[in-house]
């Protein structure tokens, strides 16, 4: 058995020590390697989000603009529907003889108020005023009935004939159409094959 000095087993423990060293230097320098990697990764990841966040916004302003522009198009829609029907009836349903006057979005002053009138059908004894709507509700049926109190104030050529309130979508829920009826409005809504008076038969045997 060779004979072993202190010098040589300081020589071994001091290898064997810069061994350790040189292992743990790299196993730091791989951590700091993965840490800077982890950072880096994080630094792209908050960017993509603050990215993705801007995108949602931005897509979410394009998104209320597509429906404002949608809500603003099945409204005219709808009134576009709604007006030859109402001219359709004045000589079918309620017998005019002869149309004076047929007119879409009229706007009158009168002592400083502004009122809008979405279809509008005179005849010799008898004014058509229409009312469209693509989202029906009680509070619209309440809204036309106070504009119909205030219609000879913004046409009063026409004081003295006969008022007949049409109020149109293309479906109305039972429950507006009787409030419609209550207030003695037409409620014309899309039937099987086009658009008719649902509360006809009630408002005019009311009428007598």
């Known amino acids: 058995m060779p004979y072993v000095t202190i ?56 998104l209320d603009k597509k429906w404002g522009d949608l809500a603003n198009k099945m409204g005219t829609i709808i009134e576009d529907i709604l007006a030859p029907n109402v001219r359709r009836l004045a000589v079918e349903h309620f017998g005019f003889p002869v149309i004076e006057l047929f007119a879409l979005r009229v706007t009158r002053r009168q002592q400083g108020n502004e009122g809008e009138f979405d279809t509008l059908v005179v005849g010799p004894d008898t004014v058509i005023l229409g009312e469209a709507k693509s989202t029906p509700s009680v509070e619209y049926a309440d809204e036309f009935a106070a504009k119909l109190k205030v219609f000879f104030d913004y046409f009063p050529e026409y004081r003295g004939r006969r008022l007949v309130a049409v109020f149109g979508s293309w479906a109305i829920p039972d429950v507006v159409v009787e409030r419609l009826t209550a207030h003695r409005i037409y409620a014309m809504r899309m039937g099987e094959d086009t658009m008719e008076l649902a509360n006809a038969r009630a408002l005019e045997e009311a009428r007598g």
Do not use: C, P, Y
């Open 7 to 62: 010098e040589d087993r300081v020589d071994r423990v001091e290898g064997l020590f810069g061994k350790f060293m040189a292992e743990m230097a790299a196993i730091n320098q791989r951590g700091d390697e993965r840490q800077k990697a982890a950072e880096e990764r994080m630094v792209r990841f908050e960017q993509e989000m603050r990215e993705f966040k801007a995108e949602m916004r931005a897509s979410k302003r394009e």
